[in-house]
């Protein structure tokens, strides 16, 4: 059975693949999982990371249990050029949009929260590079099936057949086969 994280992951990429100037550079891992050495990392920009930083539980219901999970995703947007800040600031938009526009993710999450966008930049290399780092919070339920295994090894039932004494007439004894 498939994560619910990971779920809500797959979601989010496939919120933005293609919904962005990132185009289909959108990745469901904190990793950027390739680029052509020969033609250097700005080929591979701009791009989308979306990976998950931290998740809180606590029990929502008892019984059956039920537990309130919320998630924190991180979607990390990435830029590099000449000028990256109005890229990025549009990118993030971009990014912002798409989700607001469904907040619940289809039905995977019970709700979608932009919490804050965190950008850095870096200009050790041949060109600049920014991030944008948007937080979200998605909270979702995860009901745990209880393992039920039966134990039951006997019925009896004790029947009082004629006119209503408190004698006992018949038993009846079952002893279901066990596996």
């Known amino acids: 059975m498939t994560h619910p994280?990971?779920?809500i992951r797959d979601k989010i990429v496939?919120?933005?693949?293609?919904?962005?100037?990132?185009?289909?550079?959108?990745?469901?891992?904190?990793?950027?999982p390739y680029w052509?050495?020969?033609?250097?990392?700005?080929?591979?920009?701009?791009?989308i990371l979306v990976y998950t930083l931290r998740e809180p539980v606590e029990i929502f219901?008892?019984?059956?249990?039920?537990?309130?999970?919320?998630?924190?995703?991180?979607?990390?947007?990435?830029?590099?050029?000449?000028?990256?800040?109005?890229?990025?600031?549009d990118l993030a938009r971009q990014i912002e949009l798409c989700l607001f526009d469904d907040d619940t993710l289809d039905g995977t999450a019970a709700e979608l929260v932009l919490l804050e966008?965190?950008?850095?930049?870096?200009?050790?290399?041949?060109?600049?590079?920014g991030a944008a780092r948007l937080a979200w919070e998605a909270t979702y339920y995860d009901e745990i099936e209880?393992?039920?295994e039966d134990y039951l090894a006997t019925v009896q039932a004790e029947w009082d057949v004629a006119h209503p004494d408190g004698d006992i007439e018949a038993v009846d004894t079952i002893t279901p086969e066990q596996e």
């Open 117 to 129: 966008t965190e950008i850095v930049f870096t200009d050790e290399g041949e060109r600049e590079m």
């Open 61 to 89: 219901s008892q019984a059956p249990r039920e537990y309130r999970r919320t998630v924190q995703v991180a979607v990390q947007a990435m830029v590099m050029g000449e000028d990256v800040d109005d890229p990025l600031d």
């Open 14 to 32: 496939e919120r933005l693949t293609g919904n962005t100037d990132a185009g289909l550079r959108v990745y469901g891992s904190r990793v950027l």
């Open 5 to 7: 994280r990971k779920l």
């Open 146 to 148: 209880p393992v039920l």
């Open 36 to 47: 052509n050495g020969r033609q250097g990392l700005e080929a591979a920009m701009p791009a």
